[in-house]
């Protein structure tokens, strides 16, 4: 049956254009993952997650900002979103159908706080390299091995056991020696133990709702240790992460597997 239902999601996501996909254990996810972002802490007895992506145009990178934004990329990913999420959904009422609880995992907004930064309610880029589709970059990006660092992901947990695809080793992905995304990015948001995502979002993300960048990074200990105010700024997340505007991606067009930046795709 596994290997019958497995043929259909194919043949499902193949035609919605979605032919890149693959599956991860949701029990191994579950030893790696922060409590309360684990598959198995949103549907009890998770067997497998399965995650589908879909690369960008590179269109949307090269052209000039609009108003300071980059209109067009911010466009392209909401719509890839909604894709993504229609698709999924629609896997979870096919597993329905063969007795299998699943749930479709949202592909961007609602986030929740964590340690005062915020985090989507299962990390689908640590999913999606568990599942082999490709290796998480200095820069926090899934870095696919044909696609590059473009793809859009969205993602379902289900309680059927798929057979899991599993992470690869991707020794050309992202080298030790390479550090052009940290070198790009102009506020040092970058750095060998991570992103300071406060710090990101204050230059990066445009909205009105959003408070100022110089006290972003301010609010991030505060946020960490209130249950109160990381209760507040999910709310406040959940009002504007569905649609703003984004001003920056040099982290993204700096590196060597972009796919602007590559030979051959």
């Not at 996501?13 to 191994?28: V, W």
């Not at 999420?85 to 961007?108: D, F, H, K, R, S």
């Not at 301010?218 to 105010?229: D, G």
Request: charge should be positive.
């Amino acid at each position: 049956m596994t290997t019958s239902i497995v043929e259909r999601i194919k043949e499902f996501l193949d035609r919605k254009d979605l032919s890149i996909f693959g599956i991860a254990d949701a029990e191994e996810l579950d030893r790696r993952a922060p409590a309360g972002f684990a598959p198995s802490d949103m549907l009890a007895g998770a067997k497998s997650v399965l995650i589908v992506a879909k690369p960008l145009p590179l269109s949307v990178f090269q052209t000039p900002k609009n108003q300071g934004l980059y209109s067009f990329y911010t466009s392209a990913f909401h719509t890839y979103y909604q894709a993504t999420n229609e698709a999924v959904n629609t896997l979870c009422l096919m597993l329905a159908e063969e007795g299998q609880a699943a749930l479709p995992i949202p592909a961007y907004s609602p986030l929740h706080f964590h340690r005062g930064e915020p985090r989507g309610l299962l990390s689908l880029k640590h999913a999606a390299a568990a599942a082999g589709l490709g290796k998480i970059g200095k820069n926090t990006l899934l870095i696919h091995p044909r696609k590059g660092n473009t793809l859009r992901l969205g993602g379902l947990i289900t309680t059927l056991a798929l057979p899991p695809d599993g992470p690869q080793n991707f020794p050309g992905l992202c080298p030790d020696n390479c550090r052009k995304c940290q070198e790009a990015c102009p506020v040092g948001a970058l750095s060998d133990s991570g992103i300071d995502k406060m710090k990101c979002m204050g230059h990066c993300i445009d909205h009105t709702l959003m408070p100022p960048a110089w006290c972003l990074s301010a609010m991030r200990p505060l946020v960490a240790r209130s249950r109160m105010l990381t209760r507040l700024m999910d709310l406040f997340a959940l009002s504007f992460f569905g649609s703003y505007g984004v001003s920056c991606f040099a982290c993204l067009t700096a590196c060597p597997h972009f796919p602007g930046n590559r030979e051959t795709d």
